[in-house]
Structures are given as structure tokens and as C-alpha cells.
């Protein structure tokens, strides 16, 4: 696998492996569960979806829980998580970087979960492509908000996180529609959790 900037060695490499020992646990999949059916409720008759940089799985998993029809992909950069994620036999896991053009079938929803924020902001339209080319008729963004582009501090590490409007350059690219969105409170009473935002958006 070739990688064309240092955002994708270094989730490819051993932080993106000890990422995996941080996050994971059944109690991130119930609030996957109930995120998911939220933003569902939202859609008309989805029936499959693809994530780009699903990791372990979890929030595969979280969709088979809804619903056990459902069709599922995952691609995913580093070769542990991704096997981990397939041991899950829930969806079917691709390895290999979202920077690269991604050419598949089409799912109901195309979505990322905290993975745009990390991508290099000069590649970011490779990824937003992905999205737009693999989704029949939703994409889905949740990630870390800002109205502006700002660069965050990643556990120590510089030019590894970056917050913006994902949602907004999404809608302007591609002319789509904002269907719904929230917010993940972390002081949520049930599902403690990140600060995080979310957009549904319709071709």
C-alpha cells in the first residue's frame, strides 16, 4: 500500500494500532447503537451502508445489531484493525487508504465516523469524492465541528487532527441537501462521549 501523506503512516503505523487497545468495548457499540437508529430514522428504506475508516468495526457492528439484512462494507488503512473488523463477519473490509480513488458498487449511505478529521486537509476532496461516488442516495459525516479550518493538537502530536464545516464543503461540492444533523453531548447521562457533530445529506 502506497501512502501519500504522513497522516495515513501514522494511523497505518503503531499509533493507529494503539488506538485500537483505547477504543473498543461493548458500551461504544450500545452508543453506536442508539446513534444509529437516530440518524436512521431519518432515512427512506436504507438497506446498506459503506464506511471509510471503519477500524475495529464498531460501528459495522452496531448496524448489523439494528438490523441483520443489512449490506455492509468498511474500508480501512491499518491491516490490524481491519483484521480485526472482519473477524466481526458482519461487513465485507477492504484494506487500503480512502485517498485513493475507490471504485465499488454503490450503498444506500456512504459515511465516515472521526476520520475526516484526521485526513490531510490538501487531500480532503479524494475523500469527499469517495463519499459522493459510493452513496446510492445518503452520506453521513460525523466528526469534530468547526466553522472554520483550525488544527488541533492530537495527543501530542501536531498536524494529525483538523476541525472544519466537512458537512458545509460536502453540501457546496456537491450540491447536496442537509436531511438532518446533532450533536453528541459529552455529558450525555446515557452515552458519555466526544463532542461530536453529525449531518445527514441527500444526493
Given amino acids: ?12 503505523g503503531d499509533f493507529g494500532r494503539e488506538y485500537i487497545e483505547r477504543n473498543q468495548g461493548e458500551g461504544l457499540v450500545e452508543l453506536n447503537i442508539a446513534l444509529f ?6 432515512t427512506q428504506s436504507v438497506e446498506s451502508f459503506v464506511e471509510l475508516g471503519c477500524n475495529i ?19 480501512e488503512i ?24 475507490i471504485s465499488d458498487i ?4 456512504s459515511f465516515t465516523k472521526g476520520v475526516l478529521i484526521h485526513i490531510n486537509p ?18 453521513l459525516v460525523c466528526e469534530y465541528y468547526d466553522p472554520n479550518p483550525v488544527v488541533v493538537k492530537y495527543r501530542g502530536n501536531e498536524e494529525k487532527l ?3 464545516d466537512f458537512a458545509g464543503e460536502l453540501i457546496d461540492k ?27 445529506l441527500e444526493k
Fill in 57 to 75: 468495526g464498531l460501528n459495522l457492528q452496531a448496524l448489523s445489531e439494528i438490523n441483520k439484512q443489512f449490506k455492509l462494507c468498511g474500508y
Fill in 162 to 164: 483538523f476541525k472544519r
Fill in 174 to 200: 456537491y450540491n447536496l441537501r442537509l436531511v438532518d444533523y446533532g450533536f453528541i453531548y459529552h455529558r450525555d447521562a446515557g452515552f458519555p462521549r466526544d463532542d461530536w457533530t453529525w449531518f445527514l
Fill in 122 to 139: 490538501d487531500e480532503l476532496n479524494k475523500a469527499y469524492d469517495n463519499l459522493f461516488r459510493l452513496s446510492r442516495k445518503y452520506i
Fill in 1 to 12: 500500500m502506497t501512502f501519500k501523506t504522513e497522516q495515513e503512516r501514522f494511523w497505518a
Fill in 37 to 42: 437508529r437516530r440518524i436512521i430514522s431519518a
Fill in 106 to 109: 454503490q450503498y444506500d449511505v
Fill in 78 to 101: 491499518n491491516k490490524v484493525a481491519a483484521q480485526k473488523a472482519r473477524g466481526l463477519n458482519v461487513a465485507r473490509i477492504v484494506d487500503g487508504t480512502i485517498l485513493d480513488e
